[in-house]
């Protein structure tokens, strides 16, 4: 898949976000990265910041950043309704990470 193709089903997962999530986002930016730090090969996608639930006092910060690694998720070799759903997967679980939904509540919904 390239860039173009996989930077697009990522705007489609995120324009197919319900309005509940959508509401909830906050500071919060996506970004597409070929590789993943080093240190964590094969890691598909990267959630940086401060969940919804820990934040107190939050103003004036950095966005949040999730990172999705594309070269990761091509290397699983899976057929492109296969990455389609495993890109789908990895985005709405990151997003999980900074609503602060726990695993039993983003099974729940569907998202694991």
Do not use: C
Not at 6 to 14: A, K, M, N, Q, S
Not at 44 to 67: C, H, N, Q, W
């Amino acid at each position: 898949m390239r860039r173009h193709d996989f930077e697009g089903h990522i705007d489609t997962v995120l324009e197919e976000l319900p309005q509940w999530v959508v509401d909830e986002l906050d500071n919060l930016i996506v970004v597409v990265e070929d590789q993943p730090p080093d240190n964590e090969p094969g890691l598909l996608g990267l959630y940086e910041g401060v969940s919804k639930l820990e934040r107190d006092f939050y103003s004036g910060a950095m966005p949040d950043k999730i990172t999705i690694f594309r070269q990761s998720h091509l290397e699983l070799r899976l057929d492109e309704v296969g990455l389609r759903a495993e890109i789908r997967k990895t985005v709405l679980h990151e997003i999980a990470h900074h609503l602060g939904i726990d695993d039993d509540r983003l099974h729940e919904l569907g998202w694991d």
